[in-house]
């Protein structure tokens, strides 16, 4: 197999006669791409050059763990009285809540809008939560959130976080047509406001180049599963899963093949996308602070059924409790669906993400992510079914192996 090389500074100018100029800065080790070993002229602008990454085990500052609240219909977004309540839900968002959270708080505040009531509760502080709280607050309600944890105590920022707006979002048959319809409304209204976060200090949302690297070549496909059966709640196949993204092509930026020539990789096919990622540290904190500014209040409080919330003083009430429905809501139509990502420090002079071999890294402003996406070939099966909300080291580390063997295959000329 063809393989990469790192540069080092010494090494970048020994072959600098066959690069043409390369501007570096002192003590900076880049990937160039493979033919530029061979001394192949390829213009400046096509030559990708990016900061070497050497993930370590011995390098984890925290290993997080986060279930995905899956539910084969798609999210739980109707309507139900309790006592005088009127309690509109807004959850299970499966492996999409960041990616839909803009556009699902639209479509229930649009619902809200339509009663009298200028006060609104809203239950949980989680990403879906939290969004649905500045929803209501710029369409003129006074709102509180009433949540056991905030946001960065929350199963969402234990994520990847990045756009994944149809990542285990639901079945296809189950969910049916109509949801697809709703998936498209959420997934443009969201992209749209996530646009007005970027180019912010801080950088609480921004894109990365992210490269799809594979062994094989990317139109060889496992032999498609046999036909679903009748439409059921339990995912049992990869295939069952809804994949809505072609629905958005004209908004997402098109994944591009790299030309073998360009290829910095020790991985004979790549790809390069620019991706949406969300910083959590900064975006979190920017929307709780919004959310203060624009006279929101939290009260800390645990419910233990549904009937406590009959005692708030809000007529009209928000539901965003992500997974934890299914034990203080009774809900079994939602799965479990286990993930697992390990933290690196931050590593601000490489800023790009991989996925390969079954696993991701996404180099972010608060720490370097690595998840176990797909290791044993499950596919979107893997973790269904999962409530094992406990680290798991070895897991990380056979993620964090993936990578480290990869930039091993890609040795440091002239170090
Ligand atoms: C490994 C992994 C990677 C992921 N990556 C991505 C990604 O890249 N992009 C993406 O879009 N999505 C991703 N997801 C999915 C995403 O994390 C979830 O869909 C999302 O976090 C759900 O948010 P939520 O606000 O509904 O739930 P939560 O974050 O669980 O928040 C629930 C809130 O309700 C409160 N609450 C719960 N029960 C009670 C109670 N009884 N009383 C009071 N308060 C209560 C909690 O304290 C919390 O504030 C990923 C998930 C996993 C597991």
Not at 8 to 18: I, M, N, Q
Not at 40 to 61: E, F, N
Not at 83 to 95: K, L, P, S
Not at 378 to 396: I, R, W, Y
Request: aromatic share 8%; with cysteine.
């Amino acid at each position: 197999m063809d393989t990469g090389r790192i540069l080092s500074r010494r090494g970048v100018f020994a072959g600098g006669a066959a690069l043409g100029a390369v501007t570096m800065m002192a003590g900076e080790r880049v990937l160039l791409p493979h033919a530029a070993s061979a001394g192949d002229a390829l213009a400046p602008q096509h030559r990708p050059r990016l900061a070497s990454l050497h993930p370590r085990v011995d390098q984890i500052t925290d290993i997080k763990v986060c279930i995905r609240p899956f539910r084969a219909a798609g999210p739980r977004l109707d309507v139900e009285r309790i006592g005088d309540r009127t309690i509109f839900h807004n959850y299970g968002h499966g492996g999409s809540g960041w990616s839909l959270s803009w556009g699902s708080a639209n479509l229930v505040v649009g619902k809200v809008a339509a009663t009298l009531n200028r006060r609104v509760a809203v239950i949980g502080c989680g990403i879906v939560g939290l969004t649905a709280a500045l929803t209501a607050q710029r369409a003129g309600f006074d709102v509180t959130i009433y949540t056991r944890d905030l946001l960065p105590h929350t199963r969402s920022v234990r994520a990847n976080g990045s756009w994944t707006p149809d990542s285990r979002i639901a079945l296809t048959q189950t969910a049916g047509p109509a949801f697809a319809d709703q998936w498209e409304q959420m997934a443009r209204f969201s992209w749209a406001t996530y646009r007005t976060y970027l180019g912010l200090s801080g950088a609480p949302i921004m894109f990365q180049d992210n490269y799809i690297l594979s062994d094989k070549p990317f139109d060889d496909k496992p032999p498609p599963a046999p036909p679903a059966g009748a439409p059921g709640r339990m995912p049992r196949a990869t295939e069952d899963f809804a994949t809505y993204e072609s629905r958005i092509r004209d908004i997402v930026p098109a994944v591009e093949d790299i030309p073998e020539a360009e290829n910095p990789f020790a991985a004979p096919h790549a790809r390069r996308q620019s991706l949406m990622i969300y910083n959590f540290g900064a975006y979190g904190h920017l929307l709780l602070s919004e959310f203060h500014q624009a006279g929101g209040r939290i009260v800390i409080r645990e419910f233990h059924s549904p009937q406590d919330l009959t005692s708030l003083p809000e007529k009209v009430i928000i539901n965003c409790p992500g997974y934890a429905a299914r034990d203080w809501w009774r809900d079994d139509s939602l799965i479990p669906v286990r993930g697992q990502t390990a933290w690196l420090p931050p590593r601000p002079e490489a800023p790009y993400g991989l996925d390969y071999r079954g696993a991701a890294l996404l180099s972010k402003t608060d720490g370097v992510m690595i998840q176990a996406v797909d290791l044993d070939g499950l596919g979107e099966m893997t973790g269904v079914g999962n409530s094992f909300e406990h680290p798991d080291p070895t897991e990380a580390a056979r993620a964090i192996g993936i990578f480290a063997d990869l930039f091993a295959r890609m040795p440091i000329v002239g170090g």
